[in-house]
């Protein structure tokens, strides 16, 4: 079982205010770059860090983590496993954050980090909320904000696969990326000529009895390339002649007739 480090070496969540220097060290997370667009960009992150480290001249800064494009629903991170190897060593007091949900959105896991973290006497302190998990008290309230923010991601993760399914039953466009034929307008399905001449002529060239092989062979000969800018495979002809996209109908259970246009 690990040892608490006692306050006379600076060490541990009570260390703060004993005249001694305490090395800190900061977590920043984004999990996209629209989110870093949003004004939750790691730079953003490190200004507050850094506005909170000037008020407590007792802390020095001796490392930053960064987990760019990282779900904060798994601990599956870079730096922060790179953190929590470090943080066995005990050579730091405090994990700073912009906000706790920059730790973990997912409040399990962020429960997680942190029971680990002071196992070790290191104790997560977020900048912008004044939380710090050495506090009962603040441990409480921020677990009942974080209960309340779980279920309303809850809510908003089932009114869309709702939105979805029902768009789905009606024939529409639910999203993802369309086959090769068509493009996405107005978040609906139409027909792309330039894709759709090519599904044409495949279908003509099956039609006259030629092989998968042979008719990705002609195209990739001809410089025909993909949606994707690349060659053509017997397999993913096959795959894309399947695909009930292109006869105007959609997949949800069984498959239905869809509100967009076949390729004829």
């Given at each position: 079982m690990a040892q608490t480090p006692s306050r006379e070496n600076g060490r541990g969540p009570t260390g703060e205010g004993s005249g001694k220097t305490h090395r800190v060290v900061a977590?920043?997370?984004?999990s996209t770059d629209r989110q870093a667009e949003e004004g939750l960009g790691l730079d953003i992150q490190q200004d507050y860090i850094a506005g909170y480290l000037r008020?407590?001249?007792?802390l020095k800064l001796v490392r930053v983590f960064r987990d760019g494009g990282h779900s904060g629903s798994t601990l599956d991170r870079p730096a922060l496993r790179d953190l929590m190897l470090l943080a066995k060593e005990q050579p730091f007091t405090k994990v700073l954050v912009a906000k706790m949900d920059r730790l973990a959105r997912d409040l399990f896991v962020q429960l997680f980090i942190e029971k680990e973290l002071l196992v070790h006497g290191i104790e997560v302190v977020s900048v912008t909320e004044g939380f710090n998990t050495a506090s009962p008290t603040?441990?409480?309230?921020r677990q009942l904000l974080g209960v309340f923010a779980q279920l309303e991601r809850s809510k908003i993760?089932?009114?869309?696969l709702s939105g979805r399914r029902k768009k789905l039953e009606?024939?529409?466009?639910?999203?993802?990326r369309p086959p090769t034929g068509y493009k996405v307008k107005n978040h609906e399905l139409v027909v792309d000529e330039e894709g759709a001449s090519i599904i044409l002529r495949?279908?003509?060239?099956?039609?006259?009895?030629?092989s998968f092989e042979r008719i990705a062979s002609r195209?990739?000969?001809?410089?025909?390339k993909t949606r994707n800018g690349a060659r053509w495979y017997a397999s993913g002809i096959h795959r894309l002649l399947r695909n009930p996209v292109l006869r105007g109908k959609v997949k949800y259970g069984t498959i239905r007739d869809g509100i967009h246009k076949p390729i004829e």
């Amino acid at each position: 079982m690990a040892q608490t480090p006692s306050r006379e070496n600076g060490r541990g969540p009570t260390g703060e205010g004993s005249g001694k220097t305490h090395r800190v060290v900061a977590y920043l997370r984004v999990s996209t770059d629209r989110q870093a667009e949003e004004g939750l960009g790691l730079d953003i992150q490190q200004d507050y860090i850094a506005g909170y480290l000037r008020k407590h001249p007792d802390l020095k800064l001796v490392r930053v983590f960064r987990d760019g494009g990282h779900s904060g629903s798994t601990l599956d991170r870079p730096a922060l496993r790179d953190l929590m190897l470090l943080a066995k060593e005990q050579p730091f007091t405090k994990v700073l954050v912009a906000k706790m949900d920059r730790l973990a959105r997912d409040l399990f896991v962020q429960l997680f980090i942190e029971k680990e973290l002071l196992v070790h006497g290191i104790e997560v302190v977020s900048v912008t909320e004044g939380f710090n998990t050495a506090s009962p008290t603040d441990i409480a309230f921020r677990q009942l904000l974080g209960v309340f923010a779980q279920l309303e991601r809850s809510k908003i993760t089932e009114r869309l696969l709702s939105g979805r399914r029902k768009k789905l039953e009606n024939g529409g466009y639910a999203g993802g990326r369309p086959p090769t034929g068509y493009k996405v307008k107005n978040h609906e399905l139409v027909v792309d000529e330039e894709g759709a001449s090519i599904i044409l002529r495949i279908r003509k060239l099956r039609m006259a009895r030629m092989s998968f092989e042979r008719i990705a062979s002609r195209l990739n000969a001809e410089g025909v390339k993909t949606r994707n800018g690349a060659r053509w495979y017997a397999s993913g002809i096959h795959r894309l002649l399947r695909n009930p996209v292109l006869r105007g109908k959609v997949k949800y259970g069984t498959i239905r007739d869809g509100i967009h246009k076949p390729i004829e």
